[in-house]
């Protein structure tokens, strides 16, 4: 099925097929179209013919010169004065052409007009205007309504690209955050000699590549991100030690529960700045992780110091909700909802994502 819609797709951008065929039906219909003088269908695809060129000359000159030459461009006199010079030479040719070679061949015994007969008569214009241009005014009309499709098409692609850079952008925030977080880890735990340095190694080792080769789909299993915030909740656990109390509590309804990727992860490490990094004494975070019914319920608790050192950069915002709140409203556009409690001394922010 989806060969012949691509090989239908692939005739339909041919600019010279779909041409050929427009003319073809045309042609095809010269029985119905036919005027009353008309006998047999022999004689009206003979007309018909005869009078196609001049039909295909009037609407390919209107529709490739005139239209976006002279009236998309405002140019309205000019448009004007060519489509009425252009119509009386159009039925003229037609007129000749039926009287001179369709009424010769057709074996017609009429008497010829002359081409001054035809150039100064009223019938020529006002009988022929609509043979030379009703299907042509169809051609147009269809021409429209397909540059409207693909202008509408190219628009959705390059928003689409847009979106994809600036969720790359986003993304790439944060790598090298994680990394410059969890290398300081490890430099404290290997100045202490610490027994612990090769797990820090191996959980790295796994976070990053997860986060550089695993999430490079729009969508990722909400196991895999459960397995992604662990470690690094590992990490920073070995980091403060008994200062910090967390727990981390998720349950999944079904295995194949997806979502866009490193969304979480962000509003931990936010949990971990400004709540333990600046505590003085004991700190405490609380996760929750659940999903029913292709919703995503998020919420995440932490205590933090009413009197913290001023952000002047805005480093840490930056980095953390703003960036996630960006990422939602790409990615999930009015199917999240998320609130931000902050008091004096805690922080918390509930997410749910629906539709996922």
């Not at 109390?245 to 194949?256: D, G, R, V």
Request: charged share 20%.
């Amino acid at each position: 099925m989806t060969e012949k819609n691509n090989l239908l797709d692939r005739l339909l951008q041919n600019r010279w097929l779909t041409h050929a065929a427009f003319w073809l039906v045309v042609l095809c219909l010269a029985p119905v179209t036919s005027g009353e003088g008309i006998d047999n269908i022999g004689e009206a695809f003979l007309y018909r013919g005869v009078g196609l060129p001049t039909k295909m000359a009037a609407t390919y000159f209107l529709a490739y010169y005139q239209i976006p030459k002279l009236f998309l461009k405002k140019k309205y006199v000019l448009f004007g004065l060519s489509f009425i010079l252009s119509t009386f030479v159009f039925t003229v040719i037609y007129r000749f052409n039926n009287i001179y070679i369709a009424e010769t061949l057709g074996g017609s015994e009429h008497p010829k007009e002359s081409i001054i007969e035809i150039i100064t008569s009223k019938y020529t214009v006002l009988n022929y205007f609509l043979r030379a241009y009703f299907f042509g005014a169809i051609f147009i009309f269809i021409k429209m309504v397909k540059n409207r499709a693909a202008e509408k098409h190219q628009i959705e692609l390059l928003q689409k690209e847009k979106t994809q850079a600036e969720l790359n952008f986003l993304k790439a925030q944060i790598h090298p955050h994680f990394l410059f977080n969890t290398l300081n880890n490890l430099y404290a735990l290997t100045l202490n000699k610490s027994d612990r340095a090769p797990e820090v190694v191996s959980k790295l080792s796994e976070m990053l590549d997860y986060m550089l080769y695993q999430c490079k789909e729009p969508r990722v299993l909400l196991s895999k991100e459960i397995e992604l915030l662990q470690h690094y909740i590992d990490l920073e656990k070995l980091r403060y030690g008994n200062r910090l109390t967390i727990t981390f509590e998720h349950e999944l309804a079904h295995k194949q529960g997806q979502i866009a990727p490193l969304l979480l992860v962000s509003l931990v490490e936010n949990a971990f700045k400004h709540g333990v990094s600046n505590a003085m004494g004991d700190a405490v975070i609380n996760i929750s992780l659940s999903m029913q019914d292709d919703q995503i319920h998020f919420r995440i608790f932490n205590t933090k110091e009413t009197l913290v050192q001023k952000d002047e950069m805005q480093y840490k915002e930056g980095i953390g909700l703003k960036n996630v709140s960006r990422q939602l409203e790409l990615i999930y556009p009015e199917q999240y909802t998320m609130e931000v409690v902050e008091e004096a001394t805690s922080y918390e922010v509930t997410l749910t994502i629906q539709g996922t």
